[in-house]
């Protein structure tokens, strides 16, 4: 079974400081994975997914994920957090066409 | 629409009785999904279509849950004799197909949060 385990329930960082979230995943197959951002009453909205083309993944928002196979891990890193960045952000994990398993996520605050 | 739309954005209802959350995917996305977010349990699959079909129900926590799509278009999600553990926010998402690939991202509608009194 493929599943993803997000390090970290919370996070807090002070404005301009680096993000890092990290997640790890288990899949028996090369994975698609995803990270998912959800603000206060709204859905999940797709920051990135890696799906074996590039190692390197960037975002939206400035955001930028790293696969290494050798760490089973996909960290989602910003060099700069903004106010606008404090969410709860998801690790999502798909080694089929249609389901994906999430993590726990990780809620990020940002202080002034 | 421009995105996935989900009604009504809250429900409160009574224990035992029947809800339908509806979803109204954007036009021209073959495949549908719906998702359960609890404080319990987090992210769950529950059942996803592929045009009108549902290939795979497997998430559907007991048969008091059900689905359907009509015309390749709107589904509903039915909850029969509603328990207070059925208290959570279910989203709905869509595709233009099935399949992970670069260009079939799962775009998400911003939830029913029902809460069963």
């Known amino acids: 079974a493929q599943s993803v385990t997000q390090l970290g329930s919370h996070v807090s960082v002070s404005e301009g400081a680096l993000v890092l979230l990290r997640c790890n995943y288990s899949?028996?197959?090369?994975?698609?994975l995803f990270w998912y951002v959800q603000y206060p009453n709204q859905g999940l909205q797709l920051l990135l997914k890696?799906?074996?083309?590039?190692?390197l993944v960037k975002g939206i928002n400035g955001f930028e994920a790293e696969f290494k196979k050798s760490e089973t891990s996909f960290h989602l890193t910003k060099p700069s957090a903004h106010m606008s960045d404090a969410a709860e952000y998801f690790c999502?994990?798909?080694?089929?066409?249609?389901?994906?398993?999430f993590g726990a996520g990780t809620t990020v605050t940002v202080r002034a | 629409g421009a995105g996935v739309s989900q009604s009504p954005s809250n429900k409160v209802t009574e224990k035992g009785k029947d809800v339908e959350l509806r979803c109204d995917p954007i036009?021209?996305?073959?495949?549908l999904y719906w998702y359960r977010q609890s404080l319990g349990q987090g992210l769950e699959f529950l059942i996803y279509?592929?045009?009108?079909?549902?290939?795979?129900k497997s998430g559907l926590p007991s048969d008091r849950f059900s689905a359907e799509r009509t015309g390749g278009s709107v589904s509903t999600l039915t909850i029969q004799r509603t328990q207070q553990e059925d208290s959570a926010v279910y989203l709905c998402?869509?595709?233009?197909?099935?399949?992970?690939?670069?260009?079939?991202?799962?775009?998400f509608g911003d939830g029913t949060r029902l809460s069963i009194l």
């Open positions: 998402a869509s595709s233009p197909r099935v399949g992970q690939g670069y260009n079939q991202p799962q775009h």
């Open positions: 899949s028996s197959v090369p994975p698609y």
């Open positions: 890696y799906t074996s083309a590039a190692t």
């Open positions: 999502a994990v798909s080694a089929n066409d249609y389901k994906l398993s």
């Open positions: 036009s021209g996305h073959t495949a």
């Open positions: 279509f592929q045009g009108n079909s549902a290939p795979d």
